[in-house]
T-cell receptor, first 112, second 110 residues
Framework: KAGVTQTPRYLIKTRGQQVTLSCSPI?????VSWYQQTPGQGLQFLFE???????NKGNFPGRFSGRQFSNSRSEMNVSTLELGDSALYLC???????????FGQGTRLTVV | GIQVEQSPPDLILQEGANSTLRCNFS?????LQWFHQNPWGQLINLFY???GTKQNGRLSATTVATERYSLLYISSSQTTDSGVYFC????????????FGKGTTLSVSS
C-alpha cells in the first residue's frame, strides 16, 4: 500500500506570493488533516477534511485555505505569503474517526 | 481547548540506556498516539493507545486514561532512536484532527 504523498518536498517563495501544496492520502482513507510545524510554535493543526467537507479548522488566518477532491486528495493554499509562513507543512491520512494517523514526508516552505 | 504537556523536553542518553517519556493531557480523550519525528521531518506513528499497554520491540507505551497521562518506554536505546517524540490527542470528538505536545528531543550517543 502506498504511503501518504506530499508534493512538492521543498519550495522557496517570495513574500506576497501564493503557494499550493498537495497531499495524496493512503488509498481508501477519506480523512486528511494539515499541520504547520515551526521551531517556535511546534506542530499546529490547520484544518481537516473528510469526504470533501472541512470538518475542523485550527486557529489560522483566512490566508490559509484548503480543499479536498472526490478522490480524497487534498490541497492547501496560502495566499499573500509572509516570512512567518516559513515552516514544514505536514499532511496526515486517517481511515476513520478515532484511528491512527499516518503522515507524509512534508513540504518545507521557505518564504524570502 | 485540550492541553497536552510532555516531559522532559530534552533527554540525553548513552547507547544501551533506558528512558521514560511522559505525556499529560487536560481532558478525557478517546485515543492517544505517539510519534517519532526522524531527522528528515517525517512523523512515524509508533502507537495508537487509547488505554492500556502496548509493546513493539524495544518500545512500549502505557496510557492511564482515567488519570490523563501516557508513558512511552524506550529500552536499550540505540543511536537511531534519536529524534523528537510527540504525543497527540484528538482536537475534538467530531473528527480526526490532532493536538500535539511540544515533544521530547532524545539524543542517543554511542
Amino acid at each position: 500500500k502506498a504511503g501518504v504523498t506530499q508534493t512538492p518536498r521543498y519550495l522557496i517563495k517570495t513574500r506576497g506570493q501564493q503557494v499550493t501544496l498537495s497531499c495524496s492520502p493512503i488509498s481508501g482513507h477519506r480523512s486528511v488533516s494539515w499541520y504547520q510545524q515551526t521551531p517556535g510554535q511546534g506542530l499546529q493543526f490547520l484544518f481537516e477534511y473528510f469526504s470533501e467537507t472541512q470538518r475542523n479548522k485550527g486557529n489560522f488566518p483566512g490566508r490559509f485555505s484548503g480543499r479536498q477532491f472526490s478522490n480524497s486528495r487534498s490541497e492547501m493554499n496560502v495566499s499573500t505569503l509572509e516570512l512567518g509562513d516559513s515552516a514544514l507543512y505536514l499532511c496526515a491520512s486517517i481511515s476513520g474517526t478515532g484511528t491512527r494517523a499516518f503522515f507524509g514526508q512534508g513540504t518545507r516552505l521557505t518564504v524570502v | 481547548g485540550i492541553q497536552v504537556e510532555q516531559s522532559p523536553p530534552d533527554l540525553i542518553l548513552q547507547e544501551g540506556a533506558n528512558s521514560t517519556l511522559r505525556c499529560n493531557f487536560s481532558d478525557s480523550v478517546n485515543n492517544l498516539q505517539w510519534f517519532h519525528q526522524n531527522p528528515w521531518g517525517q512523523l512515524i506513528n509508533l502507537f495508537y493507545i487509547p488505554s492500556g499497554t502496548k509493546q513493539n520491540g524495544r518500545l512500549s507505551a502505557t496510557t492511564v486514561a482515567t488519570e490523563r497521562y501516557s508513558l512511552l518506554y524506550i529500552s536499550s536505546s540505540q543511536t537511531t532512536d534519536s529524534g523528537v517524540y510527540f504525543c497527540a490527542v484528538p482536537f475534538n470528538q467530531a473528527g480526526t484532527a490532532l493536538i500535539f505536545g511540544k515533544g521530547t528531543t532524545l539524543s542517543v550517543s554511542s
